[in-house]
């Protein structure tokens, strides 16, 4: 019941999911980052982003990167593909629901509704997707790190 949001959502699921939110982020964070603990670096690099992005520093690495990529894209499928197939899950029960929406104007202000939110999260996964995967592509630098700029900092 995707409509109902108000009536099922209360501050005790809220704080919980909340919470759940900042255990996962702190424990992928300290996931990766013990991951780059056993990695070495030949000589001084400069990274051009407003911050270590870790694909960036992973591609600065002498040594063999293979577990360091393999552990970032998978925790990335599971982290972000999670909750994407959640989001598309959810839509699709949206847009059922509208359809069985009798009004013209009802449809309509429903669809502007989650208009918004749809083009936010369209934003922050089409941006990231492609941080992420041009790792694997030559890209300039300038671009990753807009795209960057675009999922952290535009999208909340």
Request: proline residues 3%; contains cysteine.
């Amino acid at each position: 019941h995707p409509l109902h949001y108000m009536a099922i959502m209360n501050p005790h699921l809220c704080k919980l999911l909340v919470l759940v939110s900042w255990i996962m982020s702190i424990l992928n964070s300290l996931l990766h980052s013990l991951m780059m603990l056993r990695l070495s670096f030949c000589t001084h690099f400069q990274i051009p982003h407003f911050f270590c992005e870790l694909n960036q520093m992973i591609q600065l690495a002498c040594s063999d990167t293979f577990l360091n990529n393999l552990v970032m894209y998978f925790a990335a499928v599971l982290l972000a593909g999670g909750p994407f197939a959640g989001i598309l899950y959810s839509y699709s029960k949206i847009v059922s629901s509208i359809h069985r929406i009798s009004s013209a104007q009802g449809k309509y202000k429903a669809f502007s509704t989650c208009a918004s939110h749809l083009s936010v999260v369209s934003l922050f996964y089409c941006t990231m997707l492609g941080v992420y995967l041009s790792s694997a592509a030559t890209q300039s630098s300038h671009s990753t790190a807009v795209a960057s700029v675009m999922y952290t900092v535009v999208t909340p």
